[in-house]
DNA sequence: GTCTATAACCGGATAGAC
DNA sequence: GTCTATCCGGTTATAGAC
């Protein structure tokens, strides 16, 4: 099923599909940010962006699938501010608490939409959720950035440690988030609060990582990480 | 909002509503378990439990509070199982290892069900969420068990990481569960994986955790268990 | 073939009579 | 406590316009 046959490479923007698309979806952000997720309807949506309600529903399956957009929309942002993060920092500590709170900083404007979010992805069978294989490409690049906060910094892993260490950081990326999604306090000091303090016990952890009496410990986590992976990606049939 | 002022001691099962309610949960539960939660409609579990739609919303604020009355179920099976096992085993290992395999082993019936209370749960402003103060109560129950399952056994622990595991390794069981709604391997194997893998972890860190060396980073840890577990607690007002 | 609109349908939830 | 009648909103069927 090809979605999109390249368009002529002169018009680069918008056809009249794509500028529609967009219409519903700004309307629905706007929407929902005033009055949340539940109290606002796919008719209002359709209204406000001046569609029927029938052809919102032709440019997105469900209510739900609007969600994707925004999800799409932070992780852009946040991408963007990790490249000014990670230009200028240079300790392991410094970088990994930068991107961060670049994370919670762009996803802020959404905190409220983001219980809903969550939610969704929670359902095991949600494309949404961060394990599932459609996932997989925005896990490949999460973990992707959290290998360039490891190889841009000054410190030194043990070889093993070096491989996992990304997916490792992205599960505590993931955990951080979720402890955001919850965290109702004035400018989400909490969630500022538990970064600093996991990032300080990261970077204590990786600092004694290399000892050898942290050998037996270091290659158990380490090979559980893996054997877990190679269940959450699919089989390559 | 007095829910049930206590009954004449001498009848002690079954008003009259609390037939009709018991009926309705059974009603739900095997509808759930035959055509998945989304699949029944409260119209159905009516019709099978022999009550009008109205009546049925008597009983039940909504559909998603159906969902709770299976939760409380397979909790008291968990403590129950549970006695057997912290009676038998006498190794941190075991206990732990024991505790954790029943609680998945009397969740098994309702896998299927676990992914649709998993996603209420997981939105921060449902009761079933397990931060939420309104499950406090089970939190509470729940970390009393990981604190049996420490005392019980023959380890000796420094008196700081005492105090915080129970909480600690509530969490752990957290994640795993966590695991387990996703996990679709036959037997839950992999279930039985991470937890035979995460045991073992688990006993290794607490018995290097008393060396000088872990002094900081233990530190750290418990300090910030600490610190959040402030957060979560309603203020008392 | 791409896009848009109108009119149902279906099921969760509520109102109010008995 | 129990019912019937209705509401409301997500979703779908379908017909046609460009």
Redesign the interface.
Known sequence: MPKKPKPPPTTPPATKGERTRAAIVDAALRLFHGHGYEGTTMREIARAAGVSLGNAYYYFESKEHLIQAFYERTHQEHLVECEAVLAREKKLEDRLRGVLLAKIDTAEPYHRIS??L????????SPL?P?SSASEPVRREATELMRRVIEGSSSKLPADLNEKLPELLWLHEMSVILFW??DE?EGRA?TR??IE??V??IA??VS?AG?P?MK??RT??LS?VD??KQ?VLPPKT
């Open positions: 219980g809903i969550f939610k969704t992805a929670a359902d095991p069978k959720n394990f999604i919850h306090s909490r609060h538990l303090r996991t300080e016990m204590k952890l004694i000892f009496l037996p410990l158990s986590v559980l054997e877990l269940d």
